[in-house]
């Protein structure tokens, strides 16, 4: 008789982990909110101004990204380029995937606004890939859109319409995380012509192994809360580390000097009732005294991850146009 395998971590609705080691990352929480969690098909043709496909970029890891590339506009001059935006999702590292209907439903309004090309990288999840596998795969992303940029590889809608010139990094949550590191990485590589043009961090994981008064104290739901950012941490960061990690906590004194790294021009948005809130203005505090180039923009009333409940609560409607105006503003001039 099959020993029947038992939970030994739960996070909170999102997943759970088996003493045998297996993962489960079926939605358990309330059913109304299951479709933000379904896979939207690639499309090829335009649906709503925005066409999508899925190209894997390493044949021997089957590394995949998602291109969004928005309709041209009939005003539009055809033979100008296109910024891109490449975009690392969140989930604490562990859960997420780039083709969420969350995600397919806040970047291909990013990709409309902005009139620029996202491209979102299909991220590996810990416990069974621990950090800092997440940042490989995004920095191979960007090594790949150096490589189209360079001639060596070939995508027919970047050679046909992108500005590889003008290469934006963004990500929410944890995502937030990998777009430090990962231009951190680029800016000590050899990269050759191919330069970043900016970061934008929304609502970045950085945390402290000592709860900040933030943590304590904004509003918790079963969505996300302080606990489940915990056991995600716990799931995600080596082995042996703990939050003050240089990926968790890349402000603290186990990181790299912040003056010591070559980063581009960096936006960071910070939610007004975020439980990340003070560290997160720590970082941005940290990297203004480092000489950095980091501007800061704060949403007021809004919680963690608030834009990835898509059009379903219209309380989130002013806030969510403040953040895609702060994105598009930020891409167009920079």
Not at 111 to 117: D, G, L, P
Request: with cysteine; net charge negative; aromatic share 10%.
């Amino acid at each position: 008789m099959a020993q029947e395998k038992k939970v030994v971590i739960q996070v909170s609705d999102w997943l759970r982990v088996y003493d045998n080691g297996s993962v489960d990352r079926t939605w358990v929480g309330p059913p109304e909110f299951t479709f933000l969690l379904q896979p939207v098909p690639s499309h090829e043709q335009f649906i709503e101004g925005v066409a999508t496909r899925d190209v894997i970029i390493d044949k021997t890891s089957g590394h995949r990204v998602r291109i969004y590339l928005p309709e041209r506009k009939p005003e539009d001059n055809k033979e100008t380029k296109l910024p891109v935006i490449l975009h690392f999702h969140g989930g604490g590292f562990c859960f997420c995937e780039a083709d969420w209907y969350m995600y397919y439903y806040i970047y291909s309004r990013i990709a409309r606004a902005a009139n620029a090309i996202v491209v979102s990288v299909y991220l590996r999840q810990a416990p069974e890939h621990r950090l800092p596998a997440q940042i490989d795969d995004g920095f191979n992303a960007l090594l790949w859109l150096r490589s189209v940029a360079q001639a060596e590889s070939y995508e027919p809608w970047l050679n046909d319409h992108a500005d590889l010139n003008r290469v934006f990094l963004i990500g929410d949550s944890s995502g937030g995380n990998i777009v430090h590191e990962v231009a951190a990485r680029a800016g000590h590589a050899d990269l050759g012509q191919f330069k970043l043009s900016g970061g934008i961090l929304i609502e970045p994981g950085f945390v402290r192994e000592t709860r900040s008064k933030s943590e304590l104290e904004q509003p918790q739901s079963s969505f996300f809360n302080v606990d489940m950012a915990d056991k995600l941490f716990s799931l995600s960061i080596p082995v042996g580390s703990n939050k003050d990690h240089p990926i968790t906590c890349p402000m603290g004194s186990l990181a790299p000097p912040l003056d010591g790294l070559k980063l581009p021009l960096m936006l960071v948005f910070v939610g007004g009732l975020d439980v990340f809130q003070d560290t997160e203005m720590e970082y941005y505090e940290a990297m203004k005294k480092a000489n950095q180039d980091v501007q800061l923009l704060t949403i007021p009333g809004v919680g963690h991850a608030f834009y990835l409940a898509a059009d379903m609560d219209p309380r989130i409607a002013v806030p969510m146009a403040s953040l895609v105006f702060g994105i598009v503003e930020f891409v167009k001039t920079n």
